[in-house]
């Protein structure tokens, strides 16, 4: 564990696993005059900092029981009496929520940074936390509509989109770390596979989904690691629409192909993804699937992702980030 400096002072970076925890990753220059404390939910996400030399909280994650919301409520309580937070940076979800609101009670500076993945609609966690928070930022202008006050910046995931590379073999397929099924998008990579659209060797991250594939091996969950490297490595990257796994892909040269978990068939609480998939399909950065994978759709993924345009005028998450926590009496 790495730990802080008494002459430096401390932000303290409160996310769940998944693209909430991917974006305050990608943005740490941020914090590069501060001292970093992680609050996140105990799993492989936390052991990884760990091992990389962070300091971290672990909190559990607040599940959809009375029990382990009350054992979250106590863990952030322990965790500000313990730091005595003065800045939290936070960007979702639930999980962190008690924590960003308890620390906002007692005093702390909360910053709010939406996810990529809300276009048109907040999070559940968005409507309380721009409510307590001192400053706001999204990533489309859509958003300002909803967050009255907020900063727009340029989306984050778009930053550092690679220039198109046939390099790999294979192909890799993840359903992230959310907590429904997503047996739609394995049956779909099946079929593919068992057409000979889709190369092997097939690596398919699977989770808690229950759907036994005949044409590859599932896996229901890798570490934070071997997934990047995974998606280096394959021709082909197919995953469902979580803004971490697109922006890998993106980062690493792919066009993803991507499915949208949907609300209707019990794979996610709203379709957000949907949104996200769409605004990005026509920005020309994945290839979204509907009912099947064809090979137009492996066409238009070799091809590899669009040039990315960016409002010139609009800042980054980063900086817009940097310049507000400058100006925060933080000693």
């Given amino acids: 564990m790495r730990l802080t400096s008494p002459d430096r002072p401390v932000v303290h970076l409160a996310a769940s696993a998944g693209g909430h925890l991917d974006l305050l990753s990608w943005v740490q220059d941020a914090f590069r005059e501060f001292d970093c404390v992680w609050v996140v939910p105990s799993g492989p996400r936390a052991y990884a900092l760990v091992a990389s030399g962070e300091t971290v909280r672990e909190i559990p994650d607040t599940g959809r029981r009375l029990g382990t919301f009350l054992s979250n409520l106590r863990a952030s309580f322990s965790v500000i009496l313990r730091d005595r937070p003065r800045v939290v940076v936070t960007?979702?979800?639930?999980?962190?929520?008690?924590?960003?609101?308890?620390?906002?009670?007692?005093?702390?500076?909360?910053?709010?940074?939406?996810?990529?993945?809300?276009?048109?609609?907040?999070?559940?966690?968005?409507?309380l936390l721009s409510r307590v928070a001192t400053e706001v930022f999204v990533q489309w202008p859509d958003m300002q509509r909803i967050y009255r006050g907020s900063t727009v910046c340029r989306p984050a995931l778009c930053e550092d989109v690679a220039p198109p590379s046939r390099y790999g073999e294979g192909t890799f397929v993840a359903v992230g770390t959310h907590g429904e099924p997503f047996d739609r998008l394995l049956k779909l990579v099946d079929e593919a596979a068992g057409a000979g659209l889709l190369p092997g060797p097939i690596v398919a991250q699977t989770g808690v989904?229950?759907?036994?594939?005949?044409?590859?091996?599932?896996?229901?969950?890798?570490?934070?690691?071997?997934?990047?490297?995974?998606?280096?490595?394959?021709?082909y990257v197919v995953?469902?629409?979580?803004?971490?796994?697109?922006?890998?892909?993106?980062?690493?040269?792919?066009?993803?192909?991507?499915?949208?978990?949907?609300?209707?068939?019990?794979?996610?609480?709203?379709?957000?993804?949907?949104?996200?998939?769409?605004?990005?399909?026509?920005?020309?950065?994945?290839?979204?699937l509907t009912d099947s994978i064809t090979a137009e759709d492996l066409h238009a993924a070799d091809a590899g992702p669009a040039p990315a345009e960016l409002a010139d005028t609009l800042p980054s998450v980063e900086q817009a980030l940097a310049d507000t926590l400058a100006g925060l009496v933080v000693c």
């Avoid at 308890?102 to 500076?109: D, E, T």
Wanted: proline share 5%; net charge positive; glycine share 10%.
């Fill in 91 to 127: 960007s979702g979800a639930g999980c962190v929520v008690a924590f960003a609101v308890l620390s906002r009670i007692v005093g702390a500076k909360v910053i709010f940074v939406e996810t990529m993945a809300r276009v048109t609609n907040p999070s559940k966690s968005g409507r």
């Fill in 209 to 235: 989904s229950t759907y036994q594939p005949c044409n590859f091996v599932p896996v229901p969950w890798l570490e934070p690691a071997e997934l990047e490297l995974l998606v280096e490595r394959s021709r």
């Fill in 239 to 288: 995953c469902h629409a979580g803004s971490g796994l697109i922006s890998g892909a993106l980062r690493a040269g792919r066009r993803p192909l991507v499915l949208a978990r949907l609300q209707r068939y019990g794979e996610h609480f709203d379709d957000h993804q949907l949104q996200l998939s769409t605004r990005l399909g026509e920005l020309g950065l994945v290839v979204q």
